[in-house]
């Protein structure tokens, strides 16, 4: 069995059917779950990716037995269970309410960007002016939730410059991210369709809980290899949104004996990966599983995965990962993207279109359609599927 150079603990080899399995299992794309444990799935996600609303809808939707329409909506915002903010790599995700103090931590922790002279230069801030703008943020939001108009004025009469206004009026929210990153800034409900935003604090009724930052990373870098790995540190970095490797290899390497070195059969040469030491044995167990699967646009089993083999043919990524950073509705067979979809409302009717890149294996043509009809009964619509 080979050893790495660097620690001499031996090398764990798998498959890349092995690594399949076990992503399927962690994503409960082997199985869905019942109803009641939904929102442990979004806790084994690691919260779900909500660029767009109605895709982390999708992503609940396609992991868990009887789940209503409108009933994520209800989580959010009604029940408060979620919370909807800013979170790894600065894109909005859908976070367990329970969960928010550990992410918010964890980014504490984690070096951003903001700071530098091109995030400057690009918003219209001196560092000073970045700083005070930060700052105020919680201050300004401890009333009612504010519109993103009424928050920008509120900044911008705080800090005293009009630049606050411009920044935080940019409709991809590049100033409000830091602080909703650390817990100081959350979405409330709409007000009429426009977007609000308050404190997780006022928003959940309770003081969020403090925790150690780096504690509170090394649990996230736990949770990414349970739902991710058996991952690289280049891996880790491109999901928190960090551009030093060598910088989420040391956190790798802070877990110690919790964390041991894999080569996937199939990976370039020489290429070793992380895992959890309590997945090996879940690792050489693991299998494909047989059910084809309709995954959403910005799936986290999808945007994570992007860039392994093990799971897309990298000759296709560009297929999935198009402009604007938006990532296709993807075909899943035997744990593997195997193509795309889309769907499209027209009245009564949800128009269906699959399109394979190859042939499908026996059995997957009708499990699709039945994919297809619990999509078109979720949304209250009858099936029209059109396959290419």
Same mark, same amino acid.
Request: charged share 25%.
């Given at each position: 069995?080979?050893?790495?150079?660097?620690?001499? /603990?031996?090398?764990?080899?798998?498959? &890349?059917?092995?690594?399949?399995?076990?992503?399927?299992?962690? &994503?409960?794309?082997?199985?869905?779950?019942?109803?009641?444990?939904?929102?442990?799935?979004? /806790?084994?996600?690691?919260?779900? &990716?909500?660029?767009?609303?109605?895709?982390?809808?999708?992503?609940?939707?396609?992991?868990?037995?009887?789940?209503?329409?409108?009933?994520?909506?209800?989580?959010? %915002?009604?029940? $408060?269970? +979620?919370?909807?903010?800013?979170?790894?790599?600065?894109?909005?995700?859908?976070?367990?309410?329970? #969960?928010?103090?550990?992410?918010?931590?964890?980014? @504490?922790?984690?070096?951003? @960007?903001?700071?530098?002279?091109?995030?400057?230069?690009?918003?219209?801030?001196?560092?000073?002016?970045?700083?005070?703008?930060?700052?105020?943020?919680?201050?300004?939001?401890?009333?009612?939730?504010?519109?993103?108009?009424?928050?920008?004025?509120?900044?911008?009469?705080?800090?005293?410059?009009?630049?606050?206004?411009?920044?935080?009026?940019?409709?991809?929210?590049?100033?409000?991210?830091?602080?909703?990153?650390?817990?100081?800034?959350?979405?409330?409900?709409?007000?009429?369709? $426009?977007?609000?935003?308050?404190?997780?604090? !006022?928003?959940?009724?309770?003081?969020?809980?403090?925790?150690?930052?780096?504690?509170?990373? +090394?649990?996230?870098?736990?949770?990414?290899?349970?739902?991710?790995?058996?991952?690289?540190?280049?891996?880790?970095?491109?999901? +928190?949104?960090?551009?030093?490797?060598?910088?989420?290899?040391?956190?790798?390497?802070?877990?110690?004996?919790?964390?041991?070195?894999?080569?996937?059969?199939?990976?370039?040469?020489?290429?070793?990966?992380?895992?959890?030491?309590?997945?090996?044995?879940?690792?050489?167990?693991?299998?494909?599983?047989?059910?084809?699967?309709?995954?959403?646009?910005?799936?986290?089993?999808?945007?994570?995965?992007? /860039? #392994?083999?093990?799971?897309?043919?990298?000759? !296709?990524?560009?297929?999935?990962?198009?402009?604007?950073?938006?990532?296709?509705?993807?075909?899943?067979?035997?744990?593997?993207?195997?193509?795309?979809?889309?769907?499209? $409302?027209?009245? !009564?009717?949800?128009?269906?279109?699959?399109?394979? %890149?190859?042939?499908?294996? !026996?059995?997957?043509?009708?499990?699709?359609?039945?994919?297809?009809?619990?999509?078109?009964?979720?949304?209250?619509?009858? +099936? $029209?599927?059109?396959?290419?």
């Amino acid at each position: 069995m080979p050893r790495t150079a660097a620690t001499s /603990r031996p090398v764990t080899t798998v498959t &890349h059917e092995q690594v399949r399995g076990l992503r399927a299992r962690r &994503h409960h794309l082997d199985a869905r779950v019942p109803h009641a444990a939904a929102l442990d799935v979004v /806790r084994d996600l690691c919260g779900l &990716h909500a660029q767009v609303l109605s895709s982390a809808v999708l992503q609940l939707w396609a992991r868990v037995d009887d789940l209503a329409s409108g009933e994520v909506e209800a989580l959010l %915002w009604e029940d $408060r269970l +979620l919370v909807k903010t800013w979170a790894m790599r600065g894109t909005l995700h859908l976070l367990r309410a329970d #969960d928010l103090a550990l992410y918010a931590a964890a980014h @504490r922790a984690i070096p951003q @960007r903001q700071a530098s002279p091109a995030w400057l230069k690009a918003n219209g801030l001196t560092a000073d002016q970045a700083a005070a703008l930060f700052a105020a943020v919680p201050a300004v939001l401890e009333g009612e939730p504010l519109t993103r108009e009424a928050l920008a004025a509120a900044l911008g009469e705080a800090v005293g410059h009009d630049a606050a206004i411009e920044a935080a009026l940019g409709s991809w929210g590049s100033v409000l991210k830091p602080a909703a990153m650390v817990g100081e800034l959350c979405f409330a409900d709409g007000d009429e369709r $426009r977007v609000r935003f308050t404190t997780p604090e !006022r928003w959940l009724g309770a003081k969020v809980e403090e925790r150690d930052p780096q504690e509170a990373l +090394l649990e996230v870098t736990r949770r990414f290899l349970r739902a991710f790995g058996p991952a690289t540190r280049e891996d880790l970095a491109r999901w +928190l949104g960090i551009s030093s490797a060598a910088t989420a290899g040391r956190w790798l390497a802070a877990l110690e004996d919790e964390v041991v070195p894999v080569a996937v059969q199939g990976d370039p040469d020489g290429l070793v990966r992380t895992a959890l030491a309590g997945d090996v044995d879940a690792l050489a167990a693991a299998a494909p599983p047989p059910e084809a699967r309709l995954l959403p646009a910005f799936d986290h089993h999808t945007v994570a995965l992007l /860039r #392994d083999p093990a799971i897309l043919d990298q000759s !296709r990524r560009a297929e999935i990962s198009r402009a604007a950073g938006w990532i296709t509705p993807v075909v899943l067979v035997g744990g593997a993207i195997a193509g795309v979809w889309r769907h499209e $409302r027209r009245g !009564r009717a949800v128009e269906v279109t699959i399109e394979p %890149w190859g042939r499908l294996p !026996r059995g997957a043509k009708a499990q699709l359609r039945v994919e297809a009809e619990r999509l078109a009964t979720f949304l209250g619509g009858d +099936l $029209r599927l059109l396959e290419r």
